[in-house]
């Protein structure tokens, strides 16, 4: 009979005991108490304990869907169902039935509050099972530099394993010791960003810089490390213009290796030169939708591989077509041609637009193309830009094989130093300008294919670049390929570095004034050819 009252007391003794207190609920019971900074500083103790469930909870919070329920003031989830509340716990999810609009209050949250709630889930995430959680919330982590978020990121980062979420903890941790370290962290954390070139960086110590309340010490290490920082900065924007350069004077170069031909070859100021690159540019558009019209979607990556023969012959056969109908009937008077290519350049621009409109046609790049990749501190490389330096440099090194190595070269530079010799050795001078002349359109025709890839196409295209290769040509030595290389190169980085002081516009005005200085100096060019013809 004991051993039973024992047995009941034992059982009664347990049924009354009270339950195990939750904290995260006696936390959340509070919220509705005081003010807006009540309510942020007991989001912080929420954030404190770590637990997982507060995570949907503060969203709740942050969404207006925490109200107090009027009858017995409990903290409860509402969300809508019609006209009325449907009630569940915020912690449990346990179903509480529906209440009227009247019956509910809802906890209202203002910036301050929200931003409690924002770095609370930051915190609480960085203990999540999920990696790209974790990661996410890590890279939040830079903006919250407060004690509470500190201690949290160390703890992280004790217990973190994977490495790409370490890196990111790391770099999170170090803002967090600016912003709420002792000085003496705060300056440890300065040492290790002074190297980083990441705009942020560089805008988080310039607001330490300009803090009132920030230490001397600091102030001093923020303030060398800030010039470190521009002083690299200057040398990658030194080496991004001079990129930046090279990929323009590929885009001169690819314009003016065909001018450099023909008006080497034969000193036709060709004004409808900028036309057969324009003319390369639609040839493109033309293969593409041909591609997109006729072909299955998986090679339309293939297009611009396909669109460099096609524009190549479009823009060689009617540059032949040209010199046979009305060029070759005015060598040696050149204002007469420059006047007859003008009128061409119009007849062709005209006939563009009566085909394909006047608005600007869209080239899509190719997804080989597509993108780029940073080498360091924001700095992009794009893959069109380095695609176009490399094809240019191809076509440079076909357009030299050719000249160099062919019988139909040798015919060219034949006739380049002497026309009236290459004549009495028997060789078809008018064959050869009329190869020649195709060979240069041609060569355009392909710069047309690589604008097209950095730019809309429209029947302007070859305007924009005509007065360019000119120059180009000009200044490296008429006639000369690696004159033009050079001058190309130079003029493309010339400009990269004048832009940012003078603007697009003066900075072109101020080229063009040093390259008229140049040729005063030096008539020929960079590079003159010898054994000009006796005639010239």
Request: proline share 4%.
């Amino acid at each position: 009979m004991r051993l039973v009252i024992a047995i009941l007391a034992g059982l009664l003794a347990l049924g009354l005991a009270p339950a195990q207190a939750d904290p995260l609920a006696d936390a959340v019971a509070k919220l509705p108490e005081g003010g807006y900074s009540d309510r942020a500083a007991q989001i912080e103790v929420i954030a404190g304990l770590g637990d997982p469930r507060a995570i949907p909870l503060l969203a709740a919070l942050s969404d207006g869907d925490l109200h107090v329920r009027a009858s017995d003031g409990r903290v409860v989830l509402a969300k809508r169902d019609g006209r009325d509340y449907a009630l569940s716990d915020p912690i449990s999810g346990e179903r509480l039935g529906t209440a009227g609009r009247g019956d509910t209050d809802k906890i209202k949250v203002n910036n301050r509050v929200r931003g409690a709630i924002a770095e609370a889930l930051v915190q609480l995430k960085l203990a999540s099972p999920d990696q790209a959680e974790r990661l996410a919330a890590a890279a939040d982590a830079v903006n919250y530099g407060s004690p509470a978020m500190l201690a949290r990121l160390r703890t992280a980062l004790e217990h973190e394993q994977a490495p790409e979420v370490k890196g990111a903890l790391q770099s999170a941790m170090i803002a967090a010791e600016l912003a709420a370290g002792t000085p003496q962290e705060r300056v440890a954390a300065i040492e290790r960003l002074s190297g980083s070139l990441d705009p942020g960086v560089r805008a988080l110590l310039g607001q330490v810089l300009n803090d009132a309340n920030t230490q001397p010490e600091v102030k001093a290490a923020a303030a060398k490390a800030i010039d470190k920082i521009e002083s690299q900065r200057a040398w990658l924007d030194a080496g991004l213009a001079v990129f930046q350069g090279v990929s323009l004077g590929s885009i001169l170069l690819l314009a003016a290796i065909g001018l450099a031909i023909t008006f080497g070859v034969m000193g036709v100021i060709n004004m409808a030169h900028g036309e057969m690159i324009m003319l390369g540019a639609y040839s493109t558009f033309v293969v593409q939708e041909a591609f997109r019209a006729f072909l299955p979607a998986s090679v339309f990556d293939l297009y611009l591989i396909a669109a460099i023969p096609v524009a190549f012959l479009v823009a060689a056969l009617t540059g032949m077509a040209m010199e046979r109908s009305v060029i070759r009937f005015l060598y040696n008077r050149p204002l007469e041609t420059l006047l007859a290519t003008w009128g061409i350049s119009l007849i062709l621009q005209q006939a563009v637009r009566s085909v394909f409109g006047a608005t600007n046609q869209e080239v899509a790049n190719p997804n080989w193309m597509s993108g780029g990749f940073e080498i360091i501190g924001g700095v992009v490389l794009t893959y069109n830009r380095l695609c176009i330096i490399a094809f240019c440099l191809i076509v440079l090194g076909l357009v030299v094989l050719i000249l160099r190595k062919t019988h139909f070269g040798l015919e060219m530079r034949a006739v380049t130093q002497n026309r009236r010799m290459a004549r009495s050795m028997g060789i078809d001078s008018s064959r050869v300008d009329a190869l020649t002349f195709g060979l240069g359109s041609g060569v355009a025709g392909i710069a047309g294919v690589a604008l097209s890839q950095v730019g809309n196409v429209s029947p302007n295209l070859g305007q924009l670049y005509i007065v360019d290769s000119f120059m180009v040509v000009v200044f490296g030595g008429v006639g000369n390929l690696a004159g033009t290389f050079v001058a190309a190169m130079s003029l493309g980085v010339l400009n990269k570095f004048l832009e940012p002081v003078a603007g697009a516009v003066l900075g072109k005005v101020v080229v063009l004034v040093l390259v008229i200085l140049f040729i005063q100096r030096r008539p020929r060019g960079l590079f003159a050819l010898k054994g000009r013809s006796e005639e010239a």
